[in-house]
């Protein structure tokens, strides 16, 4: 397994497709055929670094990271795994190369949210060595923690 860079012209439409199949779904405050929010995801990907999971250099990836590094903080904003490869601790090596380029960066906490209710997510998370920080009813998510 492959971890890289994303590269956008090539990754972009299976980054997208696994949104759409794996996080959407889960979110209590998106609805999955939510035109605005599908206009935006190539934007929101534009905004900061996503590094991606792939069988090789220029095959598609089955899994991605996307974060954002403001103010001594990294923000894990998005990070699936294709279902079929789940179990094979791409999502901890992507979390890690993230967190990794947080350290680099001189980062000093990890923040990301989880939507209520995806308690795999929770659980993973946790393992991680991520702490609840609190919930935010708005956004129907907690946030977790992680101090370096």
């Known amino acids: 397994m492959l971890i890289r860079l994303r590269a956008p012209r090539t990754d972009d439409g299976a980054i997208i497709s696994l949104i ?9 405050t998106v609805h ?9 995801l190539k ?10 999971a792939a069988k090789s250099k220029t095959a598609a990836p089955i899994g991605f990271i996307h974060y954002e590094i403001v103010s001594g903080i990294i923000h894990i904003d998005l990070l699936a795994v294709h279902p079929d490869y789940r179990g094979f601790s791409i999502g901890r090596s992507l979390l890690a190369a993230a967190e990794n380029d947080g350290r680099r960066s001189g980062c000093v906490l990890s923040r990301l949210f989880v939507d209520e209710g995806n ?7 946790k393992r991680c060595g991520y702490t ?12 977790m923690i992680k101090p370096f």
């Open 119 to 125: 308690e795999k997510a929770h659980r993973f998370y």
């Open 32 to 40: 999955p055929r939510d035109a605005q929010t599908l206009r935006t």
């Open 20 to 28: 759409r199949k794996e996080l959407i779904p889960l979110s209590q």
């Open 43 to 52: 934007k929101r990907l534009r905004n900061g670094s996503t590094i991606v």
């Open 132 to 143: 609840a920080a609190g919930y935010h009813a708005g956004l129907k998510c907690t946030e």
